[in-house]
């Protein structure tokens, strides 16, 4: 299995943002597919997920009401678009894939995620 993940770049604080994970394959290891970012000093943080069955999304407080996980089942992508971007959304953001939205095993290339005027 593997991610793809894509669009990431810079934006101004305000502004939106869409990233992309595309899923190489769907087994049962890529049930849930989530996103998550690392700034630098910071820990890894869970940003927003969600699972292919049962259409439940998750958000995490920091980006809630501000964010929406799309799917495209004939692509295998799942997105995050994250609007009313701050400074404290920069950071690498990555995506994640497992059995469940705690468990994951594969994860992606980073891609990042600027905001700054």
């Known amino acids: 299995v593997q991610l793809q993940a894509s669009g990431g770049g810079s934006v101004q604080p305000g502004g939106s943002l869409k990233l992309s994970c595309t899923v190489s394959e769907r087994t049962p290891r890529t049930s849930a597919v989530a996103w998550f970012r690392q700034a630098p000093g910071r820990e890894r943080e869970f940003v927003g997920g969600?699972?292919?069955?049962?259409?439940?999304?998750y958000y995490a407080d920091s980006v809630k009401g501000r964010s929406t996980i799309s799917i495209d089942d004939a692509k295998n992508t799942v997105s995050l678009q994250v609007s009313g971007l701050k400074s404290e959304d920069s950071a690498v953001y990555y995506c994640?894939?497992?059995?469940?939205?705690?468990?994951?095993?594969?994860w992606g290339q980073g891609t990042q995620v600027t905001v700054s005027s």
């Open positions: 969600m699972t292919w069955t049962g259409g439940m999304r």
């Open positions: 994640a894939s497992g059995l469940t939205l705690s468990n994951f095993s594969t």
